[in-house]
């Protein structure tokens, strides 16, 4: 199923800039689209030649939540290592982007090797922006939008699937692709827990056992499903008609059992999440559930969203959403426990994907991929931009591995390594 990323993204002008050429008498309190694009030849121009300063952030809020633990349980090994910064109610408090000094889109004739302006050239000949991490390869093979990847622990292949129906099997040592498994069918995510590798595909979830070979089809899902999360002892599978199926593996059999079917949701479950005994669950239906994973119970629906809730992760004591509303939602537990918004972070597009992993310096990091075709880096709880990643298409699937390494695939097929800098950061301007 595709979504409606562009629909109704209103621009959010939050960057800090300023003009060298005067002002025309009377000028108008709008930016001039011609001097953002580089070929504006008015002097004086009625319309601004700087980008309009964004909301002054919030000097800090009563945060009334009780913190019996010593916050959610980190993200699992499919988001990046838990969070465990301390509780800080300082969340966008020293943020702000830099100021842009040349455009921020990758030159599209440098893509195809033939731009003639070089370094004069004010469009990027690069893939990111940011000096605390970098680009190590890309993997092509796959030919349409990747939709997740896996890297088990302990192993030395990388897994990816896409909606060209295909799982690609990587070896990480020389980036080759080893093997291709046909599945006939779109790819909606892929995850790993343990030994099996587990598929999302429409009306069911493949199980493979990487170390014996076994695989199971697991019956159920009505349409494609869009999510997979380990929690406890069972296997959640968010489905296109709005249902969560559980099964619980059997060690005695080796095989996964119909567990329960978790109803509530009225559209598409598209992102789930475990942390803090809970289940989290993202819809098409713009809304959040929270489950008890003792009884399976609903206890919470969040209604903040006014678009599809595409991602959701867990960092300390709070839960981070993002939708096609073009916001970041942090949630806290307030008296009594339920979760409320206590910071929303603005962006100008649609948000696809959120993943929180620690920097060279174990310095906590969000990266968040908008449907602009970028995934920024942002310091947390601060939200002071870090950088930015820019794809051919939007960036769908991001995997945390070992050693600083992270993978980002995009819509066109293509995954890319990136690897964090062990050399000290700059700070930005």
Request: proline share 4%; with cysteine.
């Amino acid at each position: 199923m595709d979504f409606d990323l562009n629909g109704g993204n209103k621009r959010v002008f939050n960057r800090l800039g300023g003009s060298t050429r005067p002002a025309a008498k009377g000028s108008r309190q709008e930016v001039c689209s011609y001097w953002r694009a580089g070929r504006c030849n008015r002097n004086p121009c009625q319309f601004l030649h700087r980008e309009l300063p964004g909301p002054v952030p919030s000097q800090g809020y009563s945060n009334k939540r009780v913190a019996d633990e010593s916050g959610f349980a980190g993200p699992s090994h499919r988001r990046g290592p838990g969070f465990n910064g301390s509780s800080s109610n300082t969340w966008g408090r020293f943020g702000g982007n830099r100021t842009v000094t040349k455009t921020e889109k990758v030159c599209k004739y440098w893509v195809d090797g033939n731009c003639s302006h070089g370094d004069k050239c004010r469009y990027l000949h690069c893939w990111s922006k940011g000096d605390s991490f970098s680009l190590l390869t890309q993997l092509d093979g796959h030919e349409k939008l990747v939709s997740g990847i896996a890297l088990p622990s302990g192993s030395d292949k990388l897994y990816t699937g896409s909606k060209d129906g295909t799982i690609r099997v990587w070896d990480c040592a020389s980036g080759q692709c080893t093997s291709v498994l046909s599945l006939g069918a779109e790819v909606g995510c892929v995850i790993n827990e343990g030994p099996w590798l587990l598929v999302g595909m429409p009306n069911l979830v493949k199980a493979w056992n990487i170390e014996t070979n076994a695989d199971q089809s697991l019956s159920g899902p009505v349409g494609q499903v869009y999510s997979l999360v380990v929690g406890t002892d069972l296997l959640f599978a968010g489905t296109q008609d709005g249902s969560i199926l559980a099964w619980r593996y059997n060690a005695a059999t080796s095989c996964f059992e119909p567990a329960a079917s978790l109803k509530g949701h009225t559209l598409a479950v598209v992102t789930l999440y475990v942390g803090a005994k809970r289940l989290y669950s993202g819809s098409t239906d713009k809304s959040i559930k929270v489950w008890s994973l003792d009884n399976l119970q609903c206890m919470q629906t969040l209604t903040d969203h006014t678009s599809v809730v595409m991602s959701l992760i867990c960092w300390d004591q709070f839960l981070l959403s993002c939708s096609l509303d073009n916001t970041v939602k942090i949630w806290a537990a307030v008296e009594g426990g339920n979760l409320e918004v206590t910071y929303t972070h603005k962006e100008e597009h649609g948000v696809l994907a959120l993943c929180g992993v620690h920097d060279a310096e174990a310095k906590p990091v969000l990266l968040c991929s908008c449907n602009d075709s970028t995934l920024r880096l942002y310091d947390l709880p601060s939200f002071t931009e870090r950088g930015k990643i820019f794809a051919k298409q939007e960036i769908r699937s991001i995997q945390i591995g070992p050693g600083g390494i992270f993978f980002t695939g995009d819509g066109t097929g293509q995954v890319k390594v990136w690897k964090w800098s062990t050399a000290p950061t700059t700070a930005m301007s």
